[in-house]
Structure formats: structure tokens, C-alpha cells
């Protein structure tokens, strides 16, 4: 057998493997005269394999599920992945910065389990069990998945080769970690996000232990799953796209590996590799993805709290939508309420005048103020008027696209006018002021063209629906407004100015209301152009317009946190998050991991980069300190893990929007891989000593099924017995119970940045 498995690997010079997702063929040893028999091994092997992973699972169902309906409050960010549940189930339409397959999953959990959504989840504390809300049901969901991962990720390591005990290791890391189980016990999107990531890692390290059996049914199989689950950590958060990322990398080196012509691989053979990969590892997962928001968008057909962040064509395919039911052609001649799409302020004048100069020395033009007020009032009204010729009746007196216009304010009987003169707050924009009407000496300045948002040219201009830049005919510059207050002469109201920058998304307004009683037409009997029925958009423009929104909130998501912290700090596990306080027992839960993991997966992340190291440096000098194939699982197989712990972690560091040590999860799972490679290697393999000098290793050839020794079980025992001992101290704050006295809390105190509540002052401990 042995020599047969060397035939086919000379026979087939394949790629390297970046995963080392197979052993050696010729260093297996089924048998030998002291050994019993290959089967007599192989089911041994099977039924240890099955007895582990059983008990692995067992206990991380146990752990996850443990008092999973305490507390029956709404914890931490569960104010907004339980609301999103009820939008799906009540078809509502919202919008999020992550995509929406978690969120999906969620709602059909609550569905299945009887919820039918009126629960808003509109404060942390809020009570599940007064308002009837079958919230375990939804728990289960990311419980479940949390407590698969474990398993999944025995799979991994066993499926790279190594040994029970070392794969029961890295399992151990993950099952018995604190931050895991707060994490995925809860309506929260982390654990189903690192559920898929860890499945994608096993498909693809199934697939390319298939190497030797490339284009088979089954290497397809692997791929194409490999590319499904990628696709679901993708979709499921917007930072899923770091597992595409994370496999893209040993693809690329995979495909320039075969690329190579000294391994006679002809193009044609690249050629047929490539398509395979770009099918199963670009399309399916780009359609997948597609797919996912197709639902999505396919459920959410009614008006929601997301209606806002859209545009009007957008929002006029949603039932019940106030653009589609309210929007009326816009008239010339009628009185209307002007207001800012972003800051939702009125255009608004007052007689009030700019002052002569400005705290920064500058002149104005004293003319009549022209701000952003964010309250109903008279000094809001303004008046369409027309500079063409217009027929008494019909149709030929709406307002259209591309129309000049002069804005007549109501109350003060002046036009709106920009000219060349600086705005208060801001040197390089145009000051915006009014002229009287009867004044035609500045008639120009107060000429400006319609530009309707996504509009064909003649589409009339409506209310609600019509957003428009409102640009300066003389001078090309668009109305503008933005948050900064102008000083007390303009009763902190805000700058309206004239922007030369036209092509600036916030230049964009719309009519909110036209005023009866200033046209003196009959408008509550004008044709509503709204109609009842919604109408229809391109999904692809809908999902382009919803990408784009999702990166752009994303990025602002900016605002400070008390529990925020900075990537450096997370592999140390300096600091956590308070997801949940319930005062009168000195209940709390704060997510924080198991310290002993965290810290021994730092410590096996900087030994595998020392080994590394050492090894490339001695090599260089031509010394051969590890054996190639001890070398080859190092640089393969771990260097695999480590990629998938520094591409889901090292971004976060140019990332300015706000972060929390959750977002480390994957890279701990990744971390926790790295972990029990660099512990086979430890426990198991040999340097050569004396060392060699350039000739090749000396050392005896080690099955990638390494013999840990009896060392090996002794060691990782005691090492889960104390992370397991760890979980039990500090599950207090993982499970929210039992409460704790000031005492205990300190006593649990591992790290002084640890920001735990109830803590003991210490006047108390005097």
C-alpha cells in the first residue's frame, strides 16, 4: 500500500498544499511487526474520533444552553437584531449596515417558534416575559450554531492530520471560552458569522486534501461548498468579507503554484484549475450573495422605519409608503414647505439682516437672512414662480425638470438670491440672501435651475417623492445646508449657503408639504399623483443603492462608547463589554473571554512566529534545523490558520468606525488552530541535533499523525482542567447568575481595565 500511494504522488506533481490538509502518503505507517493491524488502527481511530466529538459537542450544547432563558430582558445588542427579526415577520422595511442573512435566519427562528413580531426591543432591560416574547426560541438559534462550531473545528484539525489529543485542544480553546458562550447564547450575530467561517475553513480544507483527485465529483463537492459557506459568513456580517478574503489568499498561491511551467503543468491545465475556482469561489458565492438580499428584499415589501435612508424610487416600491400614497405634482404659482433631505431642516427666511461684519472681519452683504429651521412656521413658505410663459390651465403649469425658477418667500414678499459674496460660516460658499420682487435690477441672481434626483427630462416635479438640487443659474452653485449653528444674530439657526461643489449628495431637498391656503387652490381635490399600487425598480439598482448606503453608515459609525476599544488590546483581552446590569440582585453580564486561552494563543501566534523565523534565518546560512516535512505542515497547515487570524484581524486597525473586542471572535477561533499546531510541534516533533549542515535533515521521517507521547494527554488534560476551572470562575459574568457582592466582582477583577459593575470600593474593603 505504501508503495503504491508513493507511485501516484510521483506520477502526479501536483500544487502545495497551503492548507497541508493531507498527511504524507509515504510516512503513513499502517502496520508494523509490533503494531496490530491497519483496520484493527483504523477503527479504533474512528470510534475514538466519534466518542471525542460527542463529547465535545455534548458538552458545548451544555454550556451554551445552560439558563439560556436568563435574563428574560433585552441584553445589549439585542435592541437591534431583535427588532430586525420582528421587521422580517411583520414584512416591514428597515435598514442595517450588515447584510441580512443572520437577520433572516433570526426572523424565521421567531416565526417557527410562534413570535409575530410586536415586540420592538426598543431598550436593554425591557422584559421578554411581560411582553410574551418567545425569545428562547431565537436564542437557540445562534446557540446552536455556536455550540456546532466546536466540533467543526475538531474537524479542521483532524482533517490537517493532527492528532485527537491535539485537536481536542484547539476545540477546548473555543468550548471552553467565556466571551464564545456570552456571545452566542444571545440575539447576536457574531456566532453565526464565525459558524460559517469555521465550515468554510473545513470545506476548503476537504477540498484540497482531494488535490490528487482533482475534478472529481466529490473535489467539486468541496469547492462549491466551500464557496456556499463563504458566501453565508459574507452575507451574514458586513465583516464576513474577510473570509473571502481569507480563503482568496491560499487560492492565489495555490493557482501560482500551478502556474509554474518547471512542474509541466501546461496552460491549459492552469486554465481548467482557474475556471474551476473562479466558478465555485467567485460566481456561486457573488450569486449566493445576490440571492440572499433578493429574499430580503423580497420580504420587507411593506413601508418601515428604513423608508428614510432611501431614495424616492426606492421608497415608492414599498406598500403604504407616504411618497407613494402623498406625492402630488408640484404646480407653479403654489406655496410649499422646503426641506434638507439629510438634516431635515425647513428652508426658512426672517427680516432679520446679516450683520455688517462677521467675527472673523469679513463683510457681508447685509442682506435679508436666508437659514435651515427645524420647526414649522409661516417664515417657511415660498412661492413657485415661473420665468416662461404658462397657459391658464391643464397640465402645462406643472413644474418640470430642468425648469428655471425664482422661490418667492411668502411672508417678506422677496426672492431667493445667491451671488458672489462669502457665506457666514464659510469663506469658499456663496452667501444666500432674497431681493424684492418689484427690484428687477438683480433679476438674474435670482434665476435658478430644477434638478430632479434621478429624473428624465419633462418628468414633473412632485412632493414627498421629488428630491432635487436647487442650482444657481449665474454662478453653478447648488443650495446647501449642513448641522453647524449660525450665532445668536440668526437665532442659531443653521447656514444655508450656495455649495460649488454641485455634485455633493447633501445639496439634496424636497417638498414636504404644499400650502393651501397660501395658493388659494383647491389642493386637498388635486390629483394625488401617489399611486396606492407600488410600483416596480430593477433589483439590481435597489441592491447597488443599498451596498452603497450599508459602506457608506458603516464608516460613520464613528460616535464614542464607554466599552469600545482598539485592536491591539483584544488578543490580551485588556478590556470587555457590558452587555446587561440588573442592580437590585447585582446581576451582570460582561462579555470577556477565558483568559488562560486568550493568553496561550497570544503565546502559540508569537512561537510559531519565532520558529518561523529561526528556521528561514538558519536555512539562509544553510543549517537545516527542521525536517521538510515537519517544515513543509508548519509553513501549510498553520501557516493556513495564521492567515485566517491576521485577515480577520490586522483590518480593524485602519477601521475608524467604533470597535469592540467581539469583533476578535474569528481570529480567537483562528488563534485557537495556530494553538494546537504549534502544540503537535512542541510536543512531538524534533530539531536536528547536532544540527546539519547544508545537506538535508537527518532526523527520522515523523508521521503527520504525530505521537504527542504519553506527554501529550497529561499536558492538554491539565491545561482543559484549569481552562475549564477559569470558565467556572469568571461564568458569573458570562451566565448574568448568580449575583455577586462587591467582593466577588473584585475578585474577578482579573486585569484592573477590566470595567466591571457592583465592584467593591475600597473604603468597603477596609
Keep these: 500500500m505504501s508503495g503504491s500511494l508513493r507511485n501516484r504522488r510521483s506520477q502526479t506533481s501536483r500544487s502545495t498544499d497551503y492548507s497541508e490538509v493531507s498527511p504524507d502518503d509515504d510516512q503513513i505507517e499502517f502496520s508494523s511487526p509490533r503494531n496490530r493491524s491497519a483496520a484493527e488502527r483504523i477503527l ?17 450544547f451544555a ?17 437591534h437584531f431583535g427588532k430586525f427579526a420582528s421587521y422580517y415577520i411583520k414584512r416591514q422595511y428597515y435598514f442595517d449596515v450588515h447584510p441580512p442573512l443572520a437577520k433572516m435566519l433570526f426572523g424565521l427562528a421567531g416565526w417557527f417558534v410562534g413570535y409575530d413580531g410586536h415586540f420592538l426591543f426598543d431598550n436593554i432591560g425591557d422584559s421578554y416575559t411581560e411582553n410574551h416574547v418567545p425569545y428562547v426560541g431565537m436564542r437557540a438559534l445562534p446557540a446552536f450554531l455556536s455550540s456546532m462550531t466546536v466540533p467543526i473545528v475538531y474537524g479542521i484539525m483532524k482533517e490537517c492530520g493532527y492528532s485527537t489529543i491535539i485537536a481536542a485542544f484547539s476545540a477546548s480553546l473555543v468550548l471552553f471560552d467565556n466571551a464564545h458562550v456570552a456571545q452566542g447564547r444571545l440575539i447576536l450575530l457574531d456566532a453565526i458569522l464565525i459558524f460559517f467561517m469555521s465550515t468554510t475553513m473545513y470545506c476548503y480544507v476537504r477540498f484540497r486534501k482531494l488535490r490528487y483527485q482533482e475534478f472529481s465529483p466529490e473535489w467539486w463537492g468541496w469547492l462549491l461548498a466551500t464557496g456556499a459557506f463563504m458566501a453565508c459568513a459574507w ?56 440571492f440572499f438580499f433578493w429574499i430580503h428584499l423580497t420580504i420587507l415589501i411593506n413601508t418601515g422605519p428604513g423608508d428614510t435612508f432611501m431614495s424616492p424610487a426606492f421608497q415608492e416600491t414599498l406598500e403604504g409608503n407616504e ?124 434665476l435658478f435651475r430644477l434638478s430632479i434626483v434621478e429624473a428624465e427630462e419633462g418628468e414633473s416635479w412632485k412632493s414627498k417623492s421629488g428630491h432635487f438640487k436647487l442650482i444657481h443659474v449665474p454662478t453653478k452653485v447648488a443650495m446647501w445646508t449642513h448641522p453647524k449653528q449660525l450665532p445668536e444674530w440668526a437665532f442659531n439657526q443653521q447656514e444655508v449657503n450656495g455649495n460649488k461643489n ?37 433589483f439590481f439598482k435597489k ?49 470577556i473571554g477565558n483568559i488562560i486561552g486568550w493568553w496561550t494563543c497570544v503565546v502559540a501566534i508569537s512561537t510559531y512566529v519565532g520558529i518561523i523565523g529561526a528556521d528561514l534565518i538558519a536555512r539562509r546560512r544553510g543549517v537545516v534545523p527542521i525536517h521538510v516535512s515537519v517544515r513543509n505542515r508548519l509553513w501549510n497547515s498553520t501557516g493556513f490558520f495564521l492567515i485566517f487570524w491576521a485577515v480577520h484581524y490586522f483590518p480593524f486597525y485602519v477601521m475608524s468606525r467604533q470597535l469592540f473586542v467581539h469583533h476578535y471572535l474569528p481570529s480567537h477561533l483562528a488563534s485557537a488552530l495556530v494553538a494546537g499546531s504549534v502544540l503537535s510541534f512542541v510536543l512531538s516533533e524534533t530539531v536536528n541535533y547536532p544540527i546539519s549542515i547544508r545537506g538535508p535533515s537527518t532526523c527520522p521521517k515523523t508521521s503527520i499523525y504525530a505521537d504527542v507521547g504519553i506527554k501529550g494527554p497529561i499536558i492538554v488534560g491539565i491545561f482543559v482542567l484549569t481552562m475549564f476551572a477559569m470558565f467556572c470562575f469568571i461564568a458569573p459574568l458570562t451566565y448574568g447568575t448568580p449575583g455577586l457582592d462587591g467582593n466577588q466582582v473584585n475578585a474577578r477583577r482579573l486585569l484592573s481595565s477590566w470595567t466591571l459593575h457592583f465592584a467593591a470600593k475600597p473604603t468597603d474593603l477596609e
Design 63 to 79: 454550556l451554551r444552553f445552560y439558563k439560556i432563558n436568563h435574563p428574560d430582558q433585552v441584553v445589549f445588542d439585542e435592541v
Design 44 to 60: 479504533e481511530t474512528d470510534r475514538a474520533n466519534i466518542a471525542m466529538i460527542a463529547i465535545l459537542t455534548i458538552l458545548a
Design 323 to 446: 411618497l407613494l400614497l402623498n406625492s402630488q405634482e408640484i404646480h407653479y404659482f403654489d406655496s410649499v414647505t422646503i426641506r434638507h433631505r439629510d438634516t431635515r431642516v425647513f428652508l426658512h427666511s426672517h427680516p432679520e439682516h446679516y450683520p455688517l461684519r462677521y467675527d472673523d472681519g469679513r463683510v457681508s452683504s447685509q442682506g435679508q437672512q436666508v437659514t435651515g429651521y427645524g420647526h414649522e412656521d409661516t417664515n417657511n413658505y415660498w412661492q413657485i414662480i415661473p420665468t416662461k410663459a404658462l397657459p391658464e390651465t391643464g397640465r402645462g403649469r406643472i413644474v418640470r425638470e430642468n425648469d428655471i425658477v425664482q422661490l418667492l418667500h411668502v411672508s417678506t414678499q422677496t426672492l431667493l438670491l445667491t451671488h458672489d459674496v462669502a457665506s457666514p460660516l464659510m469663506a469658499t460658499n456663496e452667501e444666500f440672501t432674497t431681493w424684492p420682487k418689484d427690484d428687477h435690477s438683480r433679476h438674474n441672481d435670482t
Design 502 to 538: 454641485v455634485n455633493e449628495k447633501s445639496n439634496i431637498w424636497f417638498i414636504d408639504n404644499i400650502v393651501e391656503e397660501e395658493t388659494g387652490a383647491d389642493v386637498g381635490n388635486r390629483t394625488n399623483v401617489g399611486n396606492k399600487k407600488p410600483k416596480s425598480r430593477n
Design 235 to 290: 452575507a451574514s456580517k458586513v465583516n464576513g468579507i474577510l473570509t473571502v478574503v481569507a480563503i482568496g489568499i491560499p487560492v492565489l498561491i495555490d493557482l501560482w503554484d500551478i502556474l509554474d511551467i518547471k512542474k509541466g503543468h501546461s496552460m491549459e491545465y492552469f486554465t481548467k484549475h482557474f475556471m474551476a475556482r473562479a466558478a465555485g469561489l467567485i460566481v456561486l458565492p457573488i450569486i449566493l450573495y445576490l
Design 543 to 591: 441592491f447597488a443603492e443599498l451596498q452603497l448606503l450599508m459602506l457608506q453608515h458603516n464608516a460613520g459609525l464613528t460616535a464614542s462608547h464607554p466599552y469600545a476599544s482598539s485592536p491591539i488590546n483584544w488578543p490580551f483581552l485588556l478590556s470587555g463589554i457590558s452587555f446587561w446590569t440588573e442592580n437590585d440582585e447585582q446581576k451582570q453580564i460582561y462579555l
